[in-house]
């Protein structure tokens, strides 16, 4: 469905459904908070003014680094902090009539929530997926999916618009940190004319870009510099610097009080240097034996496809990895795949 444009079928999946859960991946970026909070508002939205009961609630599958926080109305699900794994359970999902699920449709990304939405697409019970990934799995009974958005926020957008759902100023918000994370502020290689286009009636509506750059980037806790400064301090070039490789370990993070939201973004530093054309973060698991990997690349090297022979994935130039292997082990797995890939 590359490329799909044609939302009649989610329009009406929204117009029909009085009980909607939004969800996105687990460790949510910019794209997917920001997706998942401008639609669930102008969902509500319509609904008031259609003088029609519809309950619509948004819910992550983990913490919210502080960056984002500010896009947060209060009323949101989030596991591990307001609500437990247990309290989201089969019984308590099948009370909603649809359920969303935004830039992603991979089992993987949602530890406790892939199954059930694979059963339930499979039962044909509503679940419609906005997403722009070239892969997933069998999730959605129905899939509006444009691999050449920039952003799932592009699509949600771009839906709400074809609906004539109101956006208010914190929907257009949310919208803008989903456009412009996913595409490293526009300058990004999956940064289109629509990107632009989009931004433009963004800030048209009243978004102040100035405001959303410091929102997201100079509001930063002491740590996340602390933290930054651990990792280069790890950084090892290889492949005749053309492969850059750092590395966060728990003892780390525990040093400077940093948590795991303080280690986004920290991949792309390396990436300043002239040479590098691959840039990876190697971080190791609060659960034992897993090592979580961030992978960057160019111009030339597709991170995603070594990514996925891995069973992770992503973007060609920007893509991410759990393997089940204490960090020694699975670092060496990386390297290996990635020097294979660099000419």
């Known amino acids: 469905m590359h490329g799909n444009k044609n939302f009649l079928e989610a329009i009406e999946m929204l117009r029909s459904s009085s009980r909607i859960l939004v969800v996105s991946h687990v460790r949510p970026d910019g794209d997917a908070i920001g997706s998942t909070i401008a639609l669930c508002r102008s969902i509500r939205a319509q609904a008031k ?10 819910m992550l599958l983990s913490y919210v680094g502080e960056s984002y926080k500010f896009l947060l ?5 989030i596991v591990g902090e307001n609500v437990s794994q247990e309290e989201m359970s089969s019984d308590k ?10 830039d992603t449709r991979a089992k993987r990304q949602m530890p406790g929530l892939g199954d059930y939405l694979i059963e339930r697409t499979s039962l044909g019970k509503p679940v419609l997926v906005l997403d722009h990934h070239l892969s997933g799995d069998d999730i959605g009974t129905c899939q509006v999916i444009d691999t050449d958005a920039g952003a799932a926020g592009e699509i ?3 839906l ?5 759902f109101p956006m208010d100023r914190k929907a257009l918000e949310a919208v803008f940190v989903a456009i412009c994370t996913d595409t490293g502020w526009f300058k990004f290689q999956n940064t289109k004319a629509d990107s632009f286009l989009i931004a433009s009636e963004l800030i048209s509506g009243g978004v102040e870009v100035d405001k959303m750059y410091r929102d997201l980037f100079m509001k930063h806790e002491p740590a996340k510099l602390l933290l930054m400064t651990e990792a280069l301090q790890t950084l090892e070039l290889r492949s005749e610097g053309k492969f850059a490789i750092m590395t966060i370990t728990n003892r780390m993070m525990e040093k400077v009080g940093a948590d795991r939201s303080h280690i986004e973004n920290i991949v792309n530093e390396p990436m300043q240097i002239g040479s590098v054309e691959v840039s990876i ?12 990997f961030s992978l960057r690349s160019k111009e030339y090297v597709d991170v995603n496809e070594i990514a996925n022979t891995l ?5 060609a130039r920007a893509a991410g990895v759990t393997i089940c292997k204490p960090l020694t082990e699975a ?3 990386i390297i290996k795949a990635i020097e294979a890939e660099i000419k």
């Open 281 to 292: 973060m190697c971080v190791e698991m609060e659960e034992e034996g897993k090592t979580r």
């Open 156 to 158: 949600v957008y771009n």
């Open 311 to 315: 069973g992770g994935g992503g973007h």
């Open 331 to 333: 670092k060496k797995e």
């Open 73 to 77: 109305s209060g009323d949101e699900l």
């Open 49 to 58: 003014l259609d003088d029609r009961k519809c309950v619509c609630h948004v």
């Open 160 to 164: 709400c618009r074809a609906a004539d």
């Open 93 to 102: 999902l099948n009370e909603y009539d649809l359920i969303i699920v935004v």
